[in-house]
Every structure is written in structure tokens, then in C-alpha cells.
């Protein structure tokens, strides 16, 4: 176990000599002060793991005041608050203001130790989970934020993609295609190539071009003059030009009408671009990153998608395996989600049943990491808030298989809330105060949403 560093604060020079000369005997290293100010500059410089606070210095902040500025600045710090007054009051003001421990004086230095050692023993696990937690992602803390979630996953083919990306991040041209079913994780990968890239300050414009009708596709990719077309008022930037410096991250790409995969092969290969009405050419330095679930090399068969449009944006594919194929990563995501969504929505982390992770690891998941973060998603809402059981996650393996797919793979918002209100309605026999206490939603906002999804409730007679 590496050594814990830990503070004596006491206005007592003969105090902290002595609990400096005990402490560092039993392998802490100690730092100590006479005054609040030397305190204060020492937890500013030094990681400190526990604090031993004295609550009276003579002429000084009040114990209270300190253990505020303290937790305020280093919630990490664990503090042990010493005082010599019996007040109940304090010690529960201390318990308040996240003091760990509390220390009546005259003490004898077993005293100090045991709750040195206590606290020490709290503050060793507290690391340890912290570093299970930090292995279980394979991104950086860094680039978590940028992209706003993590990435996890434990088993050895995930970890080959995350470090694929990484290391295609570092050639800030090369074309990535990404391929892989539904929900695996296609569009996070792409933003942790751009964001561990060198583009990373630049834009990251995604684009999915089966949301856009054919006839305007052509400029929306390329901008167009005002007057090039009846409706083209102004003149407009396309994606491109957009794009310009980042990355232009091309979702469903086996999906591209024909039409405009000649143009963009283009555009690619020559770094220019020229509106539509318009002559001039316009340079642009982008990154081009395609994503598709689809076989593309069948439709290039079918002749649906163009070879050397094909060849022009792989120059590195990155497969993303199907979570079936990856169980492992099942339980790391599991505990994920449970932790991520209960902190969400301000709900007690409940328990795993023993059997879960096996039920799971023998579901197929069509849906794959999304319809896992779904299930989950209900699953908290139908549990008791206990533990979380198989039941719960109403597993269908044969015929209702079909269903599954269709209620929860949608990541839409709308339908979701619907189907969330509806099982709540159901669970609860149609009991409106109750299902508001499942959802986390009052009766009025239930009712609310009552009405605006149409819902119609079937009570339950008892
Ligand atoms: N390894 C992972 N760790 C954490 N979350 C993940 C992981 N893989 C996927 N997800 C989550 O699953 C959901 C789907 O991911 P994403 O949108 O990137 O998938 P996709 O492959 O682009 O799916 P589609 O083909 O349906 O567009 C997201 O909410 C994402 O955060
Ligand atoms: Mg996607």
C-alpha cells in the first residue's frame, strides 16, 4: 500500500512533534502546522489524504471554518476533527460539513492512531475502486469530456479498436471507415479519433445523408451561390466547407445516393470544393470519417456503391464487433450504466442478482451497447430498488424476440417516454401516485404526459 499523507494541525508545537515523530514511525508522512494559514498552504501544495484538525487555535479561523475551506477546495481529504469541547453540537456540525471521524482531547495517541488507521483503510478503498473504474474505461479522463462519455469495455477486441483509433488519431488525413451493427459504438469512435487528433479544436460535423432528400443533398455537401437554384436565396456553406480544418464524419455511408458519390470522390481527392452556381474553387483540409453497418462490398456488387469511392475513403477500417461477440464486456458496461443512470436520476445504486450478468451474457442483443443502456434504463425503473433481477430486464430469447428489438433498440425520446409511462400505468395497476413515484415524475407531470401521449389507463380491480 503506498504511503498516506496526512496533516496534524494543532497549536500546540508539542503536540504535532510528538504525532509527527509516532506517525511517521508507523509509515504515513506527516506535514504539520501551528496556525490555519500554514494548514491551508500545505493542503495547497501536498495531495493530502487525511487531516487531523485541531478545533481550537488561539486567535485563529474556528475549527468549523477550516474543515469548510478544506473539503471546499480538496473534497478528497478526509478530515479527523480533535476538540476538546464535549459539545454534541460541533460534532454534528463537523459530521455536516463532511468531517470523517471525531477526536475528543486530552487524547491518548492509540486514540488518533485507531482513527488514523480507520480512516486510512477507507481512504485505500475509495483509491482502489477510483482505479477499477478508471481501468474499465479505455479512453483518457481528458477525452471523456470532450466527447461527454466514456468508453468501456474490458474484452481484448474492444480494446484493439480503441487502440486502432488512437493510433489512426495520430495521422490527422487518414480516411477511417467504421463498421459494425446497430448501437455498437460507431459514432463515439469517431469523435475519439477527431478528439484525439490534432483537428481536435476544429469542428467535428457529423452527417447522416439519409436524413436529407436527394434533390438537396448535392447542396448541402457543397454550399451553393444565391440564385443557383428557385430557392437558394443566400449563399450557403455546404458540409465541407463546414468541416473545414475537423472532421467530416459521414454516418450511413452505404446509404449515399449514387448520384453524388462521383462528386464526392472528387472533392476528396482534390481538397476543393466549388458551390453550386459558383466557379471558384474553394480549398478545404478536412478528415473524412465514414460509418456504415451495411456490406458494402455486396452493394458494390449490386452496384450501388462505387469502388473507387470505396477504396478512397478505407484506407484504415476499423470493425466494431457485436456485443454477443464480446461478452465480456457485458457486466463492465452493466455496472456502467446502473452507476451512471442511478447518479442521473438520483436513485440508491441497487444490487446485481447473482444470475443477471449469466441471463445477459446468453441474450443475443440485436440492439447491441444501446439496447444494453435501454434495458437498463427500464430495468430501473420496473426494480424495487434493491436489486436488480433478470425479471426485471424481461429477457426475450425466441419468438418475442422481434418485439424486444422494436420497444427498446429506438433511442427516440418520445416513443420512449411512452412506453416507460405505459409499463409504469401497468406495474402499478394503473395507480397514478405510484407510477409517478417509478418514473421520478410528480402526478402532475405524469398527468401531463398522460394527455399529451394519449394514453388510456386500465385499472386494476382489486
Ligand atoms: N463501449 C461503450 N461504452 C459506453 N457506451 C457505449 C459503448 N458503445 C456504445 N455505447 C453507447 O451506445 C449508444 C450507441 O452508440 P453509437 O451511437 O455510437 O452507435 P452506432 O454504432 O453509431 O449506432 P447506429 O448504427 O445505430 O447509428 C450510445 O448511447 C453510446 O454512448
Ligand atoms: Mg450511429
Known amino acids: 500500500m503506498e504511503s498516506l ?24 508522512t506527516v506535514f504539520t502546522a501551528n496556525r490555519t494559514s500554514e494548514a491551508f498552504e500545505i493542503v495547497r501544495k501536498h495531495s493530502i489524504d487525511i487531516a487531523l484538525l485541531d478545533f481550537m487555535i488561539p486567535n485563529d479561523l474556528n475549527g468549523i471554518e477550516v474543515l469548510k475551506r478544506i473539503k471546499a477546495a480538496h473534497p478528497a481529504t478526509e478530515v479527523i476533527m480533535v476538540s476538546g469541547q464535549e459539545d454534541i453540537d460541533i460534532v454534528i456540525e463537523a459530521q455536516r460539513q463532511g468531517a470523517i471521524d471525531f477526536v475528543r482531547k486530552p487524547f491518548n495517541f492509540h486514540e488518533i492512531l485507531f482513527a488514523i488507521e480507520r480512516t486510512g483503510k477507507y481512504v485505500h478503498l475509495l483509491n482502489k475502486l477510483q482505479t477499477v473504474e478508471d481501468q474499465k474505461s479505455l479512453i483518457s479522463r481528458e477525452l471523456e469530456n470532450m466527447i461527454e462519455r466514456d468508453f468501456i469495455g474490458t474484452s481484448p477486441v474492444i480494446k484493439k479498436v480503441v487502440d486502432m483509433a488512437m493510433r489512426v488519431a495520430r495521422d490527422k488525413d487518414a480516411s477511417v471507415l467504421i463498421t459494425g451493427e446497430n448501437g455498437t459504438g460507431k459514432e463515439i469512435i469517431a469523435r475519439i479519433i477527431h478528439y484525439a487528433s490534432e483537428r481536435k479544436k476544429k469542428i467535428f460535423v457529423p452527417v447522416n445523408s439519409t436524413a436529407i432528400p436527394d434533390t438537396l443533398i448535392e447542396s448541402e455537401f457543397f454550399g451553393h451561390k444565391k440564385g443557383a437554384f428557385t430557392d437558394a436565396k443566400e449563399d450557403k456553406k455546404g458540409f465541407f466547407e463546414m468541416a473545414n480544418g475537423g472532421t467530416l464524419f459521414l454516418d ?14 472528387r472533392a476528396m481527392e482534390e481538397r476543393k470544393i466549388t458551390r453550386l452556381g459558383s466557379s471558384v474553387e474553394i480549398a478545404v483540409d478536412i478528415r473524412i470519417i465514414s460509418a456504415t453497418n451495411k456490406d458494402i462490398e455486396k452493394l458494390i456488387e449490386e452496384e450501388k456503391f462505387r469502388l473507387d469511392l470505396y477504396h478512397r475513403i478505407n484506407t484504415f477500417i476499423i470493425n466494431i464487433p457485436p456485443l454477443r461477440k464480446r461478452p465480456e464486456d457485458i457486466e463492465p458496461l452493466l455496472n456502467h450504466f446502473v452507476t451512471d443512470l442511478c447518479h442521473k436520476k438520483k436513485l440508491t445504486v441497487p444490487e446485481l442478482d447473482k444470475n443477471l450478468i449469466a441471463q445477459l451474457k446468453r441474450y443475443p442483443f440485436p440492439g447491441n451497447v444501446r439496447e444494453l443502456r435501454n434495458m437498463v ?20 430469447f425466441d419468438e418475442g424476440h422481434q418485439e424486444q428489438k422494436q ?4 433511442l427516440n425520446l418520445d416513443q420512449n417516454e411512452k412506453l416507460l409511462i405505459e409499463t409504469a400505468l401497468r406495474e402499478t395497476g394503473g395507480n397514478q401516485i405510484k407510477a409517478g413515484e417509478l418514473l421520478g415524475i410528480s402526478r402532475d407531470a405524469l398527468k401531463h404526459r398522460i394527455k399529451k401521449h394519449g394514453i388510456t389507463i386500465q385499472r386494476v380491480i382489486e
Open 5 to 28: 499523507n496526512v496533516l496534524v494541525l494543532d497549536d500546540e508545537v508539542g503536540i504535532t512533534e510528538k504525532l509527527e515523530r509516532h506517525l511517521t514511525r508507523k509509515g504515513f
Open 377 to 396: 434504463e427500464r430495468a430501473l425503473i420496473l426494480s424495487d430498488g434493491k436489486t436488480l433481477s433478470p425479471d426485471d430486464f424481461a429477457l426475450k
Open 252 to 265: 450511413e455511408i452505404a446509404d449515399m445516393p449514387f448520384s453524388i458519390q462521383a462528386k464526392l470522390l
Open 407 to 410: 420497444s427498446f433498440t429506438s
